[in-house]
């Protein structure tokens, strides 16, 4: 099963080869009793190691302007009923040229964890909402915008957001401006509406989060000054 879904994945993954902000999926087969798919050699690192290289954070136009085209990516894949389902800083890749790639759906994953009763190697927590833990929880859109929105947080912050589960009966979600003094009161309430843990109080879609992000943060013209430092020491 997980093997069927994997390919199936990848021949997911491949309808979007266009857009430059998701990977690009070349071929995929079956051989030795198992699935391959084969994706575009790319220069650079993962945000984590990004973020990293950046001294833990990024101030916020900076990692608005970084995301924005993520988000852009998800509206398209969200058009044609797919869900990434996995969206984290380990999947979101920056190249030397500093365009940020969403790579890894995690379809396959997610279909194996419905067979499972440990979720501690599928899942990641802090990334992952409440629905994804449950055997019946309803997925859509929303599940897409909880997992970007904490990965804008741990942007903005250099934190993993309080795991969704742990934030059920008392949510201990500090806001972003606790850590990084330059989020504004707006893109504060953007962030936690994101991170709702009830999906029916978030973002239904990510048209909605792109509109909300756009109108709280104003990134600078052209490309930041600390995103071009980076690509060049990748």
Sequence with gaps: LGSEKFY???????????????IHVYDFFYEND????????????????????QGRRLEPAAAVQLLLPILDALLLVH???????DISPDNIYITEKGTAKLLDFGSARQVL??????????????????????????????TDVYAYAATLY??????????????VEQDGLRPASAF?????????????????????????????????????????????ESLAKTAAAL
């Design 8 to 22: 199936e994945e990848a021949q997911t993954v491949a309808r979007f080869s266009g857009h430059p902000n998701i």
């Design 154 to 167: 741990y942007c903005l912050t250099g934190q993993v957001p309080t795991s969704a589960m742990d934030r």
């Design 34 to 53: 198992t699935a391959y798919f084969s994706m575009e050699y790319m220069e650079g690192g993962d945000l984590r190691q990004y973020i990293e290289r």
């Design 113 to 142: 964890s419905e067979q499972s009763k440990s979720l501690s190697v599928i899942l990641k927590p802090g990334f992952a909402p409440v629905e994804q833990y449950q055997s019946h929880g309803k997925q859509g859109p929303w």
């Design 180 to 224: 990084n003094p330059g989020v504004s009161q707006r893109l504060d309430h953007v962030l936690q509406k994101a991170l709702a843990v009830r999906a029916v109080r978030r973002y239904q879609s990510a048209a909605e989060l792109r509109a909300e992000l756009g109108a709280a943060v104003q990134p600078a013209a052209g490309r930041p």
């Design 79 to 85: 058009s044609v009923n797919v869900l990434h389902r």
